[in-house]
């Protein structure tokens, strides 16, 4: 047997997922080990290294025919370098990722930050295979952000392009500070979290909305009760639809990518939230920068950054 195959990585602070993946994207065979981040560094590349072996000898492939290793991970990272600068998730701090792997697998090893790995995962085999100017949000706990042009992604000098949930979008007199320590950013109104803040908020003012009932709000929440007529959820989802859709505006103008590709636990609000962002980017964006452009949810699921890791052999 002599095709060529490539191993992709998810590395997670739980677990470790690992995939073979063909010359055309395709996932061929998972496998998903713990991380064991309490055991330390070498704990955690050791694990690495035995799961991207483990996966290929239970494989009907030999180790011969993998091209490489790709590696996608949360954090910040010298990807040139193939450094871990600091991953909080994995306690991992200045650590020569793709060198010690390197010594450990005999193959070629590349790193990258997990959303940009989905991105090129979507780019690869999903809802950007056919084109090869895309931009990718994961609308998760935060907001992430990826861009593929031709067919490569855009890391910026310091590896540090493509963060789209820090896009200052809300005005100054709607704007709270986020995470990152400035204000106004996409995150702090589109992500899952910020949903859940302005649902709770609203509560707490004592707006009337069925969401008051509920114990626990989840984004899923909001999302249930603004299809079923709740004025308040539906403002609020309104809102990230909005802000997301500006954001679209604004990237559109500067990179033009034929395709946005939306994933992550919210997008799975289908075409209620999809349709709004629609409606939003095509009233914004001047009419030379959307001629063509779609906006389309993610296909790959969960299995985005293992197919992204290993597409980073062949596009990284």
Request: hydrophobic share 40%.
């Amino acid at each position: 047997m002599s095709e060529k195959i490539y191993v992709g990585v998810d590395i997670g602070g739980t677990a470790i997922k690992v995939g073979i993946c063909d010359p055309n994207g395709e996932l061929l065979h998972t496998y998903e080990g713990p991380t064991e981040t309490s055991k330390g560094t070498d704990a955690i590349l050791n694990n690495i290294a035995a799961y991207a072996r483990h996966i290929v000898d239970e494989s009907p492939f030999e180790w011969d025919q993998v091209e490489g290793v790709g590696l996608g991970i949360a954090g910040f990272l010298d990807i040139p370098n193939g450094i871990v600068t600091f991953s909080p998730n994995l306690g991992l701090r200045n650590v020569p990722l793709r060198t010690v792997l390197e010594e450990k697998l005999g193959k070629t090893v590349k790193i990258n930050n997990d959303a940009n790995v989905a991105a090129l995962g979507e780019a690869w085999a999903g809802a950007g295979k056919d084109v090869g100017h895309c931009v990718m949000y994961t609308l998760g706990t935060g907001v992430g952000g990826g861009i593929i042009i031709n067919d490569k992604i855009v890391e910026g000098y310091a590896g540090k392009a493509g963060e789209l949930g820090h896009i200052q979008i809300v005005p100054d007199l709607e704007a709270i500070q986020c995470g990152c320590g400035k204000m106004g950013c996409l995150e702090t109104v589109s992500s899952a979290t910020g949903i859940i803040r302005m649902a709770k908020d609203a509560v707490a003012r004592g707006d009337r909305t069925s969401l008051s009932m509920v114990d626990n709000i989840m984004a899923k929440d909001v999302v249930d009760a603004a299809k079923a007529g709740d004025e308040v959820a539906i403002r609020i989802v309104n809102r990230a639809a909005y802000y997301l859709g500006k954001s679209l505006s604004v990237v559109s103008v500067i990179l033009n990518p034929q395709r946005f590709i939306i994933g992550g636990g919210v997008s799975k609000a289908g075409e209620y939230l999809f349709e709004q962002i629609r409606e939003v980017f095509t009233k914004l964006t001047p009419e030379s920068s959307q001629e063509g452009v779609e906006i389309v949810p993610a296909k790959l699921g969960n299995n985005a950054g293992i197919v992204g890791a290993a597409g980073l052999i062949i596009r990284g």
